[in-house]
């Protein structure tokens, strides 16, 4: 397995991957996922034998991102490193690709405090919280959005 930066021959794997996981995560097409790579501070993906298997997106303070739970986030802290997505594929879970990913973006967000994100609580996503728990990662506050309801979470990380 190679963990890399995520370039643009990658788009079309990645928009597979959050489609299949578009209930935990939100919709993706390619202009929004250049629009957010635009923004990234860190972009990766796992590969083995060919095949994107994971990736994971993250974004730093004081971008013009749109999203509403990273608004959110800027407005509790001045320093942070957002984790706007991650997927893993279906096939490939229980694996350790997930805990791969986290340990690349939380040695990036090292530089920044502390790694922010958020995960679905309406609809439950009890996976993700138990993953998150084991962590460290502590709940801050819920966003409700018209379809889901989020909770954020952060965990601060020395530099």
């Known amino acids: 397995m190679r963990l890399r930066d995520i370039t643009p021959a990658d788009h079309a794997a990645v928009l597979a991957l959050n489609q ?5 995560l939100s919709p993706l097409d390619e202009q929004r996922l250049r629009y957010i790579l635009a923004l990234a501070h860190r972009g990766v993906l796992i590969e083995r034998d060919g095949e994107t298997l994971a990736f994971a997106i993250a974004i730093a303070p004081g971008t013009d991102y749109d999203s509403r739970n990273y608004a959110r986030v800027g407005e509790l802290f001045e320093h942070f490193l957002y984790l706007d997505r991650i997927a893993v594929a279906e096939h490939a879970r229980r694996q350790g690709l997930g805990a791969m990913l986290y340990d690349a973006i939380e040695d990036a967000a090292r530089a920044f405090g502390r790694m922010v994100l958020d995960v679905n609580v309406i609809p439950p996503n009890e996976s993700s919280l138990a993953f998150h728990a084991a962590r460290g990662y502590q709940p ?7 379809d889901k309801t989020v909770v954020l979470m952060s965990r601060e990380l020395g530099g």
Do not use: G, P, R, T
Request: glycine share 0%; no cysteine; hydrophobic share 50%.
């Open 140 to 146: 801050l506050e819920h966003v409700q959005h018209a």
């Open 20 to 24: 299949a996981s578009v209930l935990e």
